[in-house]
């Protein structure tokens, strides 16, 4: 029997979740909740939204649905991940079907791995990351939780991201570096060393820490 899913957030990665669901036709029924000010008559993909209060203050009444959260940011979405785990609802990873994940790849909960992403020979990753359309997650790297690779981001292979990182769209972070928990490396970049001070911000081509670059 097919189970209901839940999809947590209205902004523009709801659509792609909501989509790769319709596609995959793994649930019986989908559901979408504002987390923020509810819109008269929101509708998403023609599926009509709700707003999370009436439903979150009885999540353990919904231990037999299945949630996934459409949140592009990660402090937003660690948060809501928070709660989710809190009230021990399912929260099982979401692969698109044009994704490909090799067998020996180790995956946490909660992952949302999007269309044409690929994870490598013995990737791993933790809990609760956006691998956003077309990422490449290379052999032997590993990924905290809370990340978000965006699209066409490149994680060589041996390296490793902390967690609460975010790779901008088209950078790429060459094989065997570190790199620290809380790290932005802006869109285009390319990153050539290991960053081992946390929450910092690095773009350019090779990319550079932008709070000494002068």
Known sequence: MKRIANVLGTGGHARVVVSI???LQSHEKINIFELGRQRV?????????????????????????????AIGSNSLREKYWKILQQNKVTTPNLVASTSFVDPSAQLGEGNIICHQAILGACVHIGDNNL???????????????????????????????G?????GLGAKI?????????????AGACL????SEEKRTYAGIPAKDLNIVK
């Open 21 to 23: 669901l319709l596609d």
């Open 41 to 69: 008559d929101e509708q998403i993909l023609g599926i009509s939204v709700a707003h999370f209060s009436a439903i979150q203050d009885n999540l353990c009444n919904h231990k037999s649905e299945d949630f996934f959260l």
């Open 163 to 167: 967690n609460s990182c975010f790779v």
């Open 192 to 195: 050539l060393e290991s960053i």
């Open 174 to 186: 060459i094989d065997k570096l570190s790199v620290a928990n809380g790290t932005t490396i802006g």
């Open 131 to 161: 691998l956003n359309t077309a990422s490449l997650i290379e052999h032997e790297s590993k990924i905290g939780s809370h990340c978000h690779m965006a699209p066409k981001s490149v994680l060589a292979g041996r390296s490793t991201l």
